[in-house]
């Protein structure tokens, strides 16, 4: 190769070859420990709503419309509880005036067994009555209340502000009470579910920071934090169930989406860390090359180094380094202990 054939001289006259490499320099930095795992997107309301009483659909709303918290869905013929409740109103009234008449000669005939004018026994038959018209009383609002209910319970509401997402039947079935009638869903506020390894039971908690990734959806990355943290551990993976709440005021994700999670362990200070790339790993151990000065030359040389975490390309050296050195990070393949280096230029 012509680059072999006239090669560089070095700064003693020297024709040794000279390898080219990028360098960086050692910089205690912060790194964070990284925890991924991946989750999926679920809606907390999420309901099929069910019908209370047995009848004929005669409304429904259709499939993708908007309903707000406590609107109707679907409505059950009521004509037959209508007249129920009308009967139920009427014998309350009549029940009312019968009450309110044992209640007034019960006021009159009081006084009048305390003078000792009527007697024991006349009073407690007034008493008796009065009772009695009392009861049939609340009796008869009972009744009203309970058809009332039942009116109440031939409209199918929304328990909370959502979308239509499936209509389960059609005007005209008749339903038994509890049939299924329509999905609602809410996707304005999202959860992610995941499952963590049981190994990291003692570092993750409520409010641990976690960074969730959307770029498989055409999205950025999300700061969060952790909402929920099971208790147990599942025996079939052996993982712990965590919540990330997510606001999803776009409606651009949609639940069962997979995202992935980058969960924060914990925050190392002050850290030697360098590209994955440039540490050597072989039969002689864990390395890497960095720059000295010989003379007037730059030469390569070897350190044995121990690692410690990983996330993201980058590795912590947790000794064989120390601040100022000049490891190299493109070329430490092609270079041996005591080459000639040239260090190229910062492209930027």
Do not use: W
Request: proline share 4%; glycine share 8%.
């Amino acid at each position: 190769m012509e680059a072999e054939s006239a090669a560089e001289l070095n700064a003693t006259g020297s024709n040794r070859p000279v390898v080219r490499v990028n360098t960086i320099d050692v910089v205690p930095q912060s790194f964070e420990e990284i925890i991924p795992v991946t989750g999926v997107l679920v809606a907390p309301q999420d309901a099929s709503l069910s019908a209370q009483s047995a009848g004929t659909v005669i409304e429904i709303v259709e499939i993708g419309a908007r309903v707000e918290k406590g609107g109707v869905v679907a409505r059950l013929d009521d004509r037959l509880v209508k007249a129920a409740l009308e009967q139920a109103k009427a014998t309350r009234i009549s029940v009312t005036a019968s009450a309110d008449l044992a209640e007034d000669l019960f006021k009159r005939q009081e006084p009048l067994y305390k003078d000792s004018i009527i007697s024991v026994i006349e009073f407690e038959q007034v008493r008796s009555q009065l009772n009695q018209a009392r009861a049939a009383l609340a009796q008869a609002k009972a009744a009203v209340d309970q058809m009332e209910q039942q009116l109440e319970n031939t409209f199918v509401r929304a328990p909370f502000s959502g979308t239509i997402e499936e209509r389960l039947v059609e005007k005209g079935e008749q339903l038994v009470p509890g049939a299924p009638v329509v999905r609602i869903v809410d996707t304005g506020s999202l959860k992610i579910q995941a499952g963590v390894p049981e190994r990291y039971a003692a570092d993750i908690r409520v409010g641990t920071p976690v960074q969730v990734s959307l770029k498989a959806y055409g999205g950025d990355s999300i700061s969060s934090k952790i909402s929920f943290v099971g208790n147990v551990i599942h025996p079939k993976n052996r993982t712990f169930m965590i919540e990330v709440s997510l606001s999803n005021t776009g409606k651009t994700l949609k639940p069962e989406m997979i995202v992935d999670l980058q969960i924060t362990q914990r925050v190392l200070k002050d850290q030697i860390v360098l590209p994955q790339t440039a540490i050597i790993r072989d039969e002689k151990g864990t390395s890497v090359y960095v720059v000295e000065n010989d003379g007037m030359d730059l030469v390569a040389m070897r350190l044995v180094i121990e690692t410690g975490a990983s996330y993201g390309g980058k590795t912590v050296v947790t000794s064989g380094l120390k601040e100022g050195l000049r490891v190299i990070t493109v070329g430490q393949t092609n270079v041996s202990e005591g080459d000639l280096i040239d260090i190229e230029a910062d492209p930027s």
